[in-house]
C-alpha cells in the first residue's frame, strides 16, 4: 500500500495534533495548581496593605506577608508564611493574572523551622500598570493539597 504525499502530510498533521494534546495533558497538573480543598478569597484580606491570616478548614491558620509594600514588580521581595496548628511537608505560592496570564510564577518556599517558610519572589510588570494578582499558596498536609487564595493589586 502506498500512500500520496497528501494523505502522508494529513497523517503527520493527526499525530502531531495528538502529540500536543498528551503533553498539554500530561504538564496541566504542573501549570494549574491542583488542591484536594480549596478555601474561598477572603476580601478583607490584601497583601498590599498587611499581612493576611487566614483560618483553615479543620483546624489550623496561616499568615502570609511580604517583606515589600507596596509590592514591587520586576524587583525581588520576600514573601513569608506562618503555619499555626498545622503539620506541613512543603509549601508553593502561584502567582497570576487576574485579568491577564502572567506566564508559571510558582516557587516553592523554603522551610525555616517553627511553621515558618519564605521564598524571595519577582513579579513581572503588567503592560497595563494596574494589574489584579490572585496569590494562591499550596499547603501539602496529611489532609491533602489546600489551596488557599489570596489577592493584591499592583500598580499605579
Given at each position: 500500500m502506498t500512500l500520496n504525499k497528501k494523505t502522508l502530510i494529513d497523517l503527520i498533521g493527526l499525530l502531531l495534533i495528538a502529540l500536543v494534546v498528551v503533553v498539554g495533558y500530561k504538564l496541566s497538573p504542573m501549570l494549574l495548581p491542583h488542591t484536594d480543598l480549596s478555601v474561598a478569597p477572603d476580601a478583607a484580606c490584601d497583601l498590599q496593605q498587611a499581612p493576611c491570616r487566614v483560618a483553615l478548614p479543620g483546624g489550623g491558620a496561616i499568615v502570609a506577608d511580604v517583606s515589600s509594600r507596596p509590592i514591587p514588580l520586576v524587583h525581588p521581595?520576600?514573601?513569608?508564611?506562618?503555619?499555626?496548628?498545622?503539620?506541613?511537608?512543603?509549601?508553593?505560592?502561584?502567582?497570576?493574572?487576574?485579568?491577564?496570564?502572567?506566564?508559571?510564577?510558582?516557587?516553592?518556599?523554603?522551610?525555616?523551622?517553627?511553621?515558618?517558610?519564605?521564598?524571595?519572589?519577582?513579579?513581572?510588570?503588567?503592560?497595563?500598570?494596574?494589574?489584579?494578582?490572585?496569590?494562591?499558596?499550596?499547603?501539602d498536609t496529611a489532609r491533602g493539597r489546600m489551596g488557599v487564595p489570596l489577592r493584591f493589586t499592583t500598580g499605579a
Open positions: 521581595f520576600s514573601f513569608e508564611l506562618q503555619v499555626e496548628g498545622l503539620a506541613v511537608d512543603a509549601v508553593e505560592v502561584d502567582f497570576s493574572g487576574m485579568d491577564m496570564s502572567m506566564g508559571f510564577n510558582r516557587p516553592l518556599l523554603k522551610a525555616l523551622g517553627n511553621g515558618r517558610f519564605s521564598a524571595d519572589v519577582t513579579l513581572p510588570v503588567c503592560v497595563t500598570g494596574r494589574m489584579l494578582w490572585q496569590a494562591t499558596v499550596l499547603l
